[in-house]
């Protein structure tokens, strides 16, 4: 009797076992901001990561095992950011994290996550020189700025051809002075000549000087790196005084505010990013329709999700389909040249991600990609 | 070379427009009024939401916001100064009083408008530039630099040639003298703080107009540089702050054009730091005879 039992109990953990390992489920914590002051970001990428799933699952990518993603709100706020990430990593045994969606998020999330060996992909994440160095199970997907700029400045020079640059940027602000820095060696690199740099303060609203000094120079570009509240005033005091050639900007350029800030004078000036959304690629153009399909005109932070989710896929399978966090860490480490709707994919050694930038001009109020 | 000089008699208007209101205040009472940026802010805000949400057209809203001005500085006395007037160290708890204000005016600011930059809606002002031999003057410029001096010549005829002049000059040379007269030393001191802030309300509107910028910070711009031009100029003094906002603006802008930008503060206060070494009551202050 004791026997039968057993034999029954060992036949039906057989039984039960056999289908499992054909569909097992590799579980992914999404952490987005779907309320507080990221929230347009965070639903954005909660449609990127959910289309993504879908079509993994669907395209037989991963044969055996089925992908589910756990969407959460980490409401813009980095205690409600812990404690997500504690939920996942504790109680729903995810295999990867795909977010948080701000920096600051990250930097107070992520060592939870390093912690407990639990492997995390950035896909918004752009503060330079961080986030992945919180450890070797952090992973970035999203482009830092000091990436984007040497690759929109290539792209740029290839489309305009420029031989002389001036440059403009605030002095006293960590963020525009290192987006100097990336410009200045972006244009050595380019073999582009440099003719005049001139600098501000962060509270200074009179350009007019600097800007007349680096126009009396006749460069045939002007690359700005400024925040946002200086961005739209330099753009039309430039206009003003007459300079007519091409400007490029920095990050704090790459905003609608900055749009409304300078108007007309916003036209034509050109700003790096990571998404090329006009590329022909068919992955590309497949991404735009289903996204379109179910209502939502992707941005940047989309195709960023969406590229994390495949990511991790491609992880799985690389590690010879297992979805164990280790697992997960070290088919990672192998993602090479994976299309993508944002290009090929690598990432480099120090687990930041790799793919070319684009560079987006404004036109008629809104920024469409320079073809 | 011509475009720096128009950016530089730009810039030095403005200046001198915001040091005016500045020293007028100190003129009569002796006293720095650090609330002036707060009061140059808000008003800048009041023309943005009487042109962007009322429809108001620049020319009934500008008078306007110069009026509102004009009542937040009799505010600013009545808030700031007026409960510790006649204290013996009211110089000093004014000035911290007045630094308290503007602390409680930049975060009133701050939650009515949000930290964003905002601008006056496209159009408000043409936005056309004429060409002077070889230098581009936008009309907002040469309206700008018309205003600060049309404002200098009438605040020099209202002080030496009317009854309200001579009274302000009168308590500004000794109120105790001025109240055995028949002065009404607090009525005058409450029109010399409206006339100041209507000044600093009018070099906001205008600020905000000529760089697209409106911002609850905005007022730290220019709240240092004014500083400045009323030490260089004199304390007290008014053509000394008109000459001096001028002067500073140039100077500005040349360092920028021929030493580089990074020099620019550094050469400034620099002069600033020499002129005061030759002459310690600035170009056009008089000794402190009064005292005596």
């Known amino acids: 009797m004791r026997f039968a039992g ?41 449609a990127g990561v959910l289309l993504a799933a879908e079509e993994v699952n669907k395209s037989g990518m991963l044969p055996g095992i089925t992908l589910e993603v756990v969407v959460e ?23 990867a994290i795909i977010g948080p969606t701000l920096s600051t998020l990250a930097e107070a999330a992520d ?33 830092t700025e000091a990436q984007v700029i040497p690759s929109a400045t290539r792209a740029a020079r290839a489309k305009l051809g420029f031989k002389t640059a001036g440059l403009l940027y605030g002095n006293d ?41 680096l126009k009396g120079l006749k460069p045939d570009v002007l690359f700005v790196s400024a925040l946002v509240e200086q961005a739209g005033s330099i753009a039309v005091q430039a206009r003003q005084l007459g300079y007519t050639g091409p400007m490029l900007g920095g990050n704090g350029f790459n905003s609608t505010k900055f749009i409304q800030l300078a108007g007309p004078a916003a036209e034509g000036v050109l700003v790096g990013t990571a998404w090329n959304r006009a590329s022909q690629d068919p992955l590309n153009q497949k991404f735009i329709a289903a996204m379109k399909a179910r209502g939502t005109d992707p941005d940047q932070f989309a195709a960023q999700a969406y590229t994390g989710v ?31 709707p944002l290009g090929a994919f690598s990432f480099l050694p120090n687990r930041d991600g790799d793919h070319a930038a684009a560079v987006q001009v404004v036109k008629g109020g809104k920024f469409e990609i320079l073809q | 070379m011509g475009q720096q000089i128009v950016n530089g008699l730009f810039l030095g208007s403005i200046y001198a427009l915001f040091a005016l209101g500045y020293t007028l205040v100190f ?97 408000t002002v043409p936005d056309r530039g004429i060409q002077i031999g070889g230098a581009v003057v936008s009309e907002i410029q040469v309206v700008i630099i018309a205003i600060a001096l049309l404002v200098m010549g009438a605040l020099t005829f209202l002080l030496q040639r009317t009854r309200l002049g001579r009274r302000i000059r009168a308590v500004a040379e000794s109120p105790l003298a001025a109240r055995i007269l028949g002065v009404n030393v607090d009525r005058i001191i409450a029109a010399a703080f409206f006339l100041s802030s209507a000044l600093g309300a009018a070099a906001g509107v205008l600020f905000g107009l000529a760089f697209n910028n409106v911002a609850p910070d905005m007022g730290r711009a220019v709240e240092l540089k004014g500083l400045a031009v009323i030490i260089l100029g004199g304390m007290g003094s008014m053509p000394g702050a008109a000459v001096a906002g001028f002067a500073l603006g140039l100077l500005e802008v ?39």
């Open chain 1, 73 to 95: 709100d980490d409401g813009t706020n980095p205690q409600q950011g812990i404690a997500v990430f504690d939920r996942f990593i504790n109680r729903d045994k995810v295999s």
């Open chain 1, 173 to 213: 602000d960590a963020f525009t002075k290192a987006g100097f820095d990336v410009m200045k060696s972006a244009l050595e690199k380019e073999g582009v000549q440099i003719l005049g740099i001139q600098t501000f303060a962060t509270k200074d609203r009179d350009f007019n000087a600097q800007l007349t000094a």
């Open chain 2, 27 to 123: 003129g009569v009472l002796d006293i720095l009024n650090l609330a002036h940026q707060a009061v140059f802010m808000l008003c800048a805000y009041v023309a943005l939401l009487l042109v962007g949400s009322l429809h108001l057209h620049m020319f009934a809203a500008f008078p306007l916001a110069v009026l509102a001005g004009g009542l937040l500085g009799i505010v600013v006395d009545r808030v700031a100064f007026k409960p510790l007037r006649g204290r013996s160290d009211s110089n000093i708890s004014g000035l911290i009083s007045s630094i308290a204000l503007a602390t409680i005016l930049e975060a009133v600011g701050l939650q009515l408008f949000g930290p964003d930059v905002e601008r006056f809606p496209l159009g």
């Open chain 2, 254 to 292: 040349f360092t920028v054009a021929k030493l580089g930008s990074s020099y620019r503060d550094a050469i400034a206060f620099g002069v600033l730091f020499l002129v005061l070494v030759v002459r310690p009551h600035g170009l056009f202050g008089k000794a402190a005879l009064r005292e005596a």
């Open chain 1, 111 to 143: 060592p939870r996550a390093q912690e407990q060996k639990t492997p995390v992909v950035a896909v918004s994440n752009t503060k330079p020189n961080a986030i992945t160095t919180i450890g070797d199970y952090i992973w970035r997907v999203s482009l």
């Open chain 1, 310 to 340: 495949l990511v991790v896929a491609e992880a799985v399978k690389q590690a010879g389909m297992k979805g164990g966090r280790d697992d997960v860490k070290a088919g990672l480490a192998k993602v090479k040249d994976l299309p993508t």
């Open chain 1, 6 to 46: 057993r034999l029954t109990l060992v036949a039906a953990s057989f039984l039960f076992a056999a289908p499992q390992a054909r569909a097992e489920t590799v579980k992914i914590g999404a952490a987005f901001s779907l309320t507080g002051n990221a929230a347009a970001y965070g639903a954005q990428q909660k």
